[in-house]
């Protein structure tokens, strides 16, 4: 009962594939699967199924392990003394199965249900997963003694066939897709520099469109759909592109760009109903009032000059 309750538990901790679930839809997990790529998500989320199944077969190999004892002791190979024996350790330390000695003598506890009595759980998962790594990756293939024993030594040898098969595959496409990415936001950098070189925007102002730039290409594709330049840098770009224009407006007549650039940050959003008299002739205003979108009508003694 012991036994079947440990495998429960093993069974059990299929739940961390929910976790791991839950952890994928944060949206920082999200940003961070965009900024180093779906290859090299998929190269983890490989390594930690690795883990996990790694954590199964050690553990059922800890059963195994269990199981041999219990013979020894029920053939009467060794007895409770004989545990922390060294000479008696010795008479088993041929069979490639068991742990070492130190980790052997304070098994004795497991085999009769005593759970809380052994306090070495740690060392005994971590040789276990030593044991199951060194057998996938054939730097030791240890002897079997019984037909289970085979089928399972087998499994795990094939096992580490597509282990390698799986983890080379998704390494080098990582790699590619993570050189390919990198070449492909530079290029995109600088072929963005170039292009707002030879429209002669000034150097502080170009800074900051290649800082959104970079600041977008590390959002999430999601983020990147919906995300538009800020207002005040496209109204700069604008004013900037356009420069020949502004210049011609009297109020602009002695500006220069920078002085431009900095007279945009002042500007502020104004609503107006239709029919609201924005300005009235021969009368001060609050400042310049440039139109965005819609129309107004500029009149002089009652009649409409102009429509803008």
């Given amino acids: ?18 976790g791991m679930r839950i952890v994928s839809g944060n949206p920082r997990v999200q940003d961070l699967k965009h900024a180093i790529g779906g290859a090299v998500v998929d190269l983890l989320n490989i ?12 553990c059922i190999y800890i059963c195994i392990v269990r199981a041999e004892i219990a013979s020894f002791l029920e053939w009467g190979l060794v007895s409770e003394e004989d545990f922390n024996d ?21 098994m004795y506890p497991l085999l009769t249900g005593d759970y809380a009595g052994f306090d070495d759980h740690l060392n005994l998962w971590l040789f276990a997963l030593f044991w199951l790594v060194c057998v996938i990756s054939g730097a030791w293939v240890p002897i079997p003694k019984r037909p289970f024993e085979a089928l399972y030594g087998t499994a ?3 096992f580490g066939f597509l282990v390698y098969a799986a983890v080379i595959a998704e390494f080098t496409v990582a790699w590619t897709q993570l050189k390919v990415a990198a070449t492909r936001e530079s290029a995109e950098a600088n072929e963005l520099d170039q292009s707002l070189q030879v429209c002669k925007i000034p ?12 600041f977008a290409a590390s959002s999430a594709q999601n983020v990147i759909e919906q ?6 840098l496209r109204l700069q ?9 502004f210049l011609k407006v009297p109020f602009f007549k002695n500006c220069d760009l920078t002085q431009i650039m900095m007279l945009v940050q002042l500007i502020k ?34 009649e409409v000059k102009e429509l803008l």
């Fill in 86 to 106: 060294p000479e008696a350790y010795r008479y088993v330390l041929h069979y490639d199965w068991l742990p070492p000695g130190y980790i052997f003598k304070r």
């Fill in 227 to 232: 995300m538009e330049m800020p207002g005040t």
């Fill in 47 to 58: 390594v930690a199924v690795l883990l996990y199944l790694s954590h199964l077969f050690g």
């Fill in 269 to 302: 959003k104004e609503y107006v109903w239709p029919g609201k008299v924005v300005v009235h002739e021969n009368s001060h205003t609050r400042g310049l009032y440039m139109v965005n979108r819609g129309f107004c009508k500029l009149t002089t003694l009652g």
């Fill in 156 to 158: 795990l040898v094939f």
């Fill in 203 to 214: 150097t502080t102002l170009r800074k900051h469109v290649l800082q959104f730039n970079d």
């Fill in 1 to 18: 009962d012991g036994w079947a309750w440990d495998m429960f538990k093993l069974v059990h901790v299929l739940r961390i594939i929910k």
């Fill in 237 to 245: 770009l604008d004013m900037v592109n356009n420069r020949n224009l």
